[in-house]
Every structure is written in C-alpha cells, then in structure tokens.
T-cell receptor, first 109, second 115 residues
Framework: RKEVEQDPGPFNVPEGATVAFNCTYS??????FFWYRQDCRKEPKLLMSVYSSGNEDGRFTAQLNRASQYISLLIRDSKLSDSATYLCVVNDSWGKLQFGAGTQVVVTP | DTGVSQDPRHKITKRGQNVTFRCDPI?????LYWYRQTLGQGPEFLTYFQNEAQLEKSRLLSDRFSAERPKGSFSTLEIQRTEQGDSAMYLC?????????????FGPGTRLTVT
C-alpha cells in the first residue's frame, strides 16, 4: 500500500467552476502536510502548506483531518492556468517528503 | 526560478554506462535531497544530506547509486552500470533548517534516458 494515495483524475473542470479532491496518508505520525503543483515536465512547486485548522490562500482552500488521515484541496473560480497535476505531500519529522502520484486537473474554457 | 540548479538537464546514455548528475542548492540551505520521478508517479525519495553528512538512504538506492556532498554545498549523484529501469527524472531539492517542516525548493531536474 502506498503511503500517500490520490485519485489520479483527470478532473475536467469548466472555467469558473469549483473542484475539490482528497488524498489519504497511512503514517499517523506524519508531522506536516503540503500541496505541491507540478506542470507538465516541470519540477514540483509548493502550492500551500496544510494546517490542522484548515487554511485558505486566495482561491485555494486546504483541509486536514488527522483522525481520518486525509487531506483535501478545493479550488474555487477555476482558471485555465490552474490546469496542472496537484501532488499531495506528507512530511515526517526530519523532512523526507512522501508524495502521492498526483491528481490531474484540466480546466476547460 | 527557485535558485536550485541541476546539470545536465537531459542525459541520454547507453545501458551499462556510468552517469553523474550535479545539483547546486540555494546557497544558505543546509539540507539537500535527491528524488526520482517516473511518468505518472510522484517523486520518490532517494537520499538526503544535512551539510556534508548523508543521513538517510532509501532502499530504492541500490549499490549502483552513490551520492556525495563533499563540502556541504553542491551534490553529485552517480549511477554506475545504468539499466533501462533507471530512466527517470532525477530531482534535487534543498531546504533550510533542522526540522522537517521547512519548505523544500526543487531544481528543474535531470531527465535520464537509458537506451
């Protein structure tokens, strides 16, 4: 079983719509959580950290449920430029990142 | 541009050859990580350094792989006797700090193709 599991998608989203997706993680001792964005054939880039209380960054909202060991990302008012693969990332105590395989989002005009 | 650079960006090699990749982290970052990413998968951890000390190696890192960070600055990853299964994107990341929550900044990667 993979340590971080994600729905690979693709999620086809009309421009302006809202899309949400989750990931689950297996290590209950995981310390910190992130969403990274990866464009085709580019390196991953940090989108946002995920805090226990939930947090928002513009059109992006992240939630963490430690009891159920899942993390979610919601994108409101989707833009064409949001088309990318979103990687769910879990970090243990010293910094080894565990990546999910990614969820592909395709925003269409 | 995050400031992490990798060289070369692309490498095509024949099976059985040795290859070496270089990563230059952000200058003040004390931690350096290597990951490998294959098509359709997320990056997988290979190894990491804190300053010049290699502190952890994944079981993915067979004895054909070796990594160094001799002066605590740049790092090299060498693959000996390459195999077709080594074809992947090799990503380097760096971070500042002792804890595990510091943001890791990724370089553009080295894409290896073994023919």
């Amino acid at each position: 079983r993979k340590e971080v599991e994600q729905d690979p998608g693709p999620f086809n989203v009309p421009e302006g719509a809202t899309v949400a997706f989750n990931c689950t993680y297996s290590n209950s001792a995981s310390q910190s959580f992130f969403w990274y964005r990866q464009d085709c054939r580019k390196e991953p880039k940090l989108l946002m950290s995920v805090y226990s209380s939930g947090n928002e960054d513009g059109r992006f909202t992240a939630q963490l449920n430690r009891a159920s060991q899942y993390i979610s990302l919601l994108i409101r008012d989707s833009k064409l430029s949001d088309s990318a693969t979103y990687l769910c990332v879990v970090n243990d105590s010293w910094g080894k990142l565990q990546f999910g395989a990614g969820t592909q989002v395709v925003v269409t005009p | 541009d995050t400031g992490v650079s990798q060289d070369p960006r692309h490498k095509i090699t024949k099976r059985g050859q040795n290859v070496t990749f270089r990563c230059d982290p952000i200058s003040e970052h004390n931690r350096l990580y290597w990951y490998r990413q294959t098509l359709g998968q997320g990056p997988e951890f290979l190894t990491y350094f804190q300053n010049e000390a290699q502190l952890e190696k994944s079981r993915l890192l067979s004895d054909r792989f070796s990594a160094e960070r001799p002066k605590g600055s740049f790092s090299t990853l060498e693959i000996q006797r390459t195999e077709q299964g080594d074809s992947a994107m090799y990503l380097c990341a760096s971070s500042l700090g002792l804890g595990g929550t510091s943001e890791q900044y990724f370089g553009p990667g080295t894409r290896l193709t073994v023919t």
